[in-house]
């Protein structure tokens, strides 16, 4: 199950950036009591109830030289497409205006569930003052204080009631999820119009014209796949930010949600030092990964031209050395039939699970061969280990201290795990336990 996301949205002055800093326990975004302080819609991990989400400052669509109802018009507009559930925030103080009206018009067309707040309720006389907002047609307002963080419990109470209709969307899906990322001008929407084989996403030569994230339906060989497009920034010719921030969050989401993930790189360009950072969100969130270079009939080539540049990629991409390369064109649509045995083969080998008794076998093996580091005259013993998870394939050993483990050890142990067990395209985590 991917993290949800709230957006918090709303005028300006009404206190979205304090309630998003009590959501997220920290002061993260700035705060200030004039309107439109916030320049940088900023997001960031929060949780309730056990529930994990991702929280979106709305604040920072602010644009200059617009008038403010353009400026609310786009926050709603990107809470909309971004969100799962929206929390719109009113001040109490000033009752409803014309501005609310505007964004609560909005956003009742989205059909995304709205949770209303009214802001500034900073004590019990005033929580009469949360009436008027009914006509807001949100539902039942509640009533809240950024400042004391009075009344936030039941806000986000009512915003994580909503996640269990979004599980229970997920778990009817069984369809294998994979994202595309990349930075802009990769090619990304282009493969999957390749894929596809009609226009399903819109193209161009200009960086970030994706104009939604869009996850679209495949079927492949008798399997199900939903194809996850991560380049949306822009929507109606509007531009919806160009923060690396807001890409960067946008990845994440789609990567959460992927079971396979699609890491697109320009062969004419080469490799460059942001395909390495858009890269490692993928696998320190453990999923599964394919380096698809693309555009690789403009490349000028020889017999040895892949070779070289799948060297590159392997020094470049150290982290990733158990991904698969394919050199593939969208425009050509060389080489795409090798992708979906591809994602498939990686997508086994994320969901893997090894049985007890031939993992012990081959630790065993592992450490005849290349016995346990010492260290002041003490030596590593591994007494058993033990899967305990899958997407990524997770492993525990139970050892006599954790400090002996060191991380070329560990490195060597998952070398051989790969050789012996085939976890093609996918991390695997290695947990050291002492054993009671």
Do not use: C
């Not at 994706?210 to 497009?229: K, N, P, V």
């Not at 982290?319 to 990686?346: C, E, G, H, N, Q």
């Not at 086994?348 to 002041?376: A, F, G, I, Y």
């Not at 997770?394 to 002996?404: A, I, R």
């Amino acid at each position: 199950m991917y993290k949800p996301t709230i957006a918090v949205v709303g005028r300006p002055n009404v206190g979205k950036s304090t309630l998003f800093n009590r959501i997220i326990g920290e002061r993260k975004a700035i705060v200030e009591d004039s309107p439109g302080v916030t320049r940088d819609r900023l997001y960031a991990a929060g949780d309730w109830l056990n529930y994990e989400f991702n929280v979106i400052d709305t604040g920072g669509i602010e644009i200059k030289d617009e008038p403010f109802q353009e400026q609310i018009k786009l926050q709603a507009e990107i809470a909309i497409l971004e969100s799962d559930v929206i929390l719109m925030i009113t001040n109490g103080r000033e009752g409803v205006t014309e501005d609310d009206l505007f964004v609560a018009r909005i956003l009742q067309k989205s059909k995304k569930p709205v949770v209303l707040a009214v802001n500034k309720i900073d004590n019990f006389e005033m929580r009469n003052d949360i009436y008027e907002f009914y006509q807001l047609g949100l539902g039942d307002p509640y009533p809240v204080s950024g400042s004391h963080g009075l009344g936030l419990g039941d806000v986000l109470d009512e915003a994580v009631n909503h996640f269990k209709t979004l599980e229970l969307e997920e778990e009817m899906d069984t369809s294998i999820k994979v994202s595309l990322i990349g930075r802009p001008n990769v090619g990304k929407s282009s493969l999957i119009n390749a894929i596809l084989g009609e226009d399903r996403v819109i193209v161009s030569d200009i960086a970030g014209t994706t104009r939604d994230a869009i996850d679209t339906s495949y079927s492949y060989d008798g399997e199900d796949y939903t194809l996850i497009d991560t380049a949306g920034m822009r929507k109606k010719g509007k531009v919806y930010e160009a923060t690396e921030k807001y890409s960067v969050l946008r990845a994440n989401r789609a990567i959460e949600r992927s079971d396979v993930v699609l890491m697109i790189i320009n062969g004419e360009e080469g490799i460059l030092e942001q395909d390495k950072r858009i890269a490692g969100l993928a696998h320190d969130e453990g999923r599964a990964v394919i380096i698809v270079v693309n555009k690789w009939d403009a490349v000028e080539k020889d017999d040895k031209t892949m070779k070289k540049f799948e060297d590159k990629v392997r020094n470049e991409f150290r982290f990733l050395d158990y991904a698969p390369i394919a050199f593939v064109s969208a425009i050509t649509k060389s080489r795409l039939t090798t992708l979906f045995p591809m994602i498939r083969l990686v997508n086994d080998s994320h969901k893997k699970r090894v049985q007890s008794s031939t993992l012990n076998e081959v630790l065993v093996d592992s450490v005849s061969m290349n016995p346990t580091p010492t260290d002041k005259g003490r030596r590593l013993n591994i007494f058993y280990g033990t899967q305990v998870g899958v997407a990524p394939p997770t492993f525990v050993l139970f050892v006599n201290d954790v400090e002996l483990m060191h991380f070329s050890y560990r490195r060597y142990l998952e070398n051989q795990l790969r050789n012996a067990f085939d976890f093609t395209g996918t991390p695997i985590h290695i947990v050291s336990r002492k054993r009671n």
